[in-house]
């Protein structure tokens, strides 16, 4: 997955609440009655609803996470499911950390010797 992709997804508050919610479907969601929504993925439409948000900004939001890998999405008849990608999450999670602890001079010597 490209990490550019990845940070992007995280710059926004907005995408970091989806994650949020999505990381307690049975919490936030569970009225879902269309589908399980820790099984099956919690209906777009009820995100942008908890989020107060237009369905159009919701799908884009939703859309910047898929393909930043952090949620799967899956079609059924014409309602759309998300459900987190939780080894993407910590993947992202873990290169992030690498990331952030290396010093910066052990960075610019790596760098440096590519």
Known sequence: MERSLQIK???????????????????????????????FGVCMTLIADELAIAQPTASRHLDILRQA???????????SYCKRDEAAIEDYLAWLHGE?????????RTRRQR
């Open 9 to 39: 997804a995280m710059a926004n508050p907005g995408r970091m609440r989806i994650l949020r919610l999505l990381a307690e479907p049975k919490k936030y969601f569970g009225h879902q009655w269309s589908a399980d929504p820790v099984e």
């Open 69 to 79: 890998g952090f949620i799967r999405v899956r079609k059924q008849h014409k309602w």
């Open 100 to 108: 952030l602890s290396v010093p910066v001079q052990a960075r610019a």
